[in-house]
T-cell receptor
Framework: DSGVTQTPKHLITATGQRVTLRCSPRSGDLSVYWYQQSLDQGLQFLIQYYNGEERAKGNILERFSAQQFPDLHSELNLSSLELGDSALYFC????????????FGSGTRLTVV | TQLLEQSPQFLSIQEGENLTVYCNSSSVFSSLQWYRQEPGEGPVLLVTVVTGGEVKKLKRLTFQFGDARKDSSLHITAAQPGDTGLYLCAGAGAAGNKLTFGGGTRVLVKP
């Protein structure tokens, strides 16, 4: 157990739907990062939150949004889902806004049918 | 945009052999990290190198950061089946927050 908890582990949904992925960072970590991993694109950075505020943005689609709550857990919202959004979504955390190493969760496997 | 290229993409060796994985970029990184990922799990941090020319050893694994902080290598001595997995390098930019990941090297060590 890495200490980073992601739920759900698997999600199957239809095109056009909206889903929410949840992440609880390791105790004491203030930064949360979201990554998307697909076979052809590898691990792609989506967004970072630090202590409740957005810190950095990557290749995140406009249909996707995220937030970090006062208790530091984070949610990634994916809407108007397309087949191409099927992927593994990972959350990672680190102590500060600057990382010398992430702790990753086990991921959420999203399948859009 | 910072890019990291890993080579080879796939490596299959016999138990007891040595292997080296390379991670190259034209960009300078403030730190470089190596992770190993197993199927169905998230990547697990192996090491972070920060100083150009730095060498770190973790049992049979040796990590090196290039002098110019643009490249790195991972060398495994006397590989074992337990070393099987996807090895990922990742570089942190000047802000030191988000990581750019390489495409990964899939290593298979056959008994």
């Amino acid at each position: 157990d890495s200490g980073v908890t992601q739920t759900p582990k698997h999600l199957i949904t239809a095109t056009g739907q909206r889903v929410t992925l949840r992440c609880s960072p390791r105790s004491g970590d203030l930064s949360v990062y979201w990554y998307q991993q697909s076979l052809d694109q590898g691990l792609q950075f989506l967004i970072q939150y630090y202590n409740g505020e957005e810190r950095a943005k990557g290749n995140i689609l406009e249909r996707f949004s995220a937030q970090q709550f006062p208790d530091l857990h984070s949610e990634l919202n994916l809407s108007s889902l397309e087949l191409g959004d099927s992927a593994l979504y990972f959350c990672a955390s680190s102590v500060s806004g600057r990382t010398y190493g992430y702790t990753f969760g086990s991921g959420t496997r999203l399948t859009v049918v | 945009t910072q890019l990291l290229e890993q080579s080879p993409q796939f490596l299959s060796i016999q138990e007891g052999e040595n292997l080296t994985v390379y991670c190259n970029s034209s960009s300078v990184f403030s730190s470089l990290q190596w992770y190993r990922q197993e199927p169905g799990e998230g990547p697990v941090l192996l090491v972070t190198v920060v100083t150009g020319g730095e060498v770190k050893k973790l049992k049979r694994l040796t990590f090196q950061f290039g002098d110019a902080r643009k490249d790195s290598s991972l060398h495994i001595t006397a590989a074992q089946p337990g070393d099987t997995g996807l090895y990922l390098c990742a570089g942190a930019g000047a802000a030191g927050n988000k990581l750019t990941f390489g495409g990964g090297t899939r290593v298979l060590v056959k008994p």
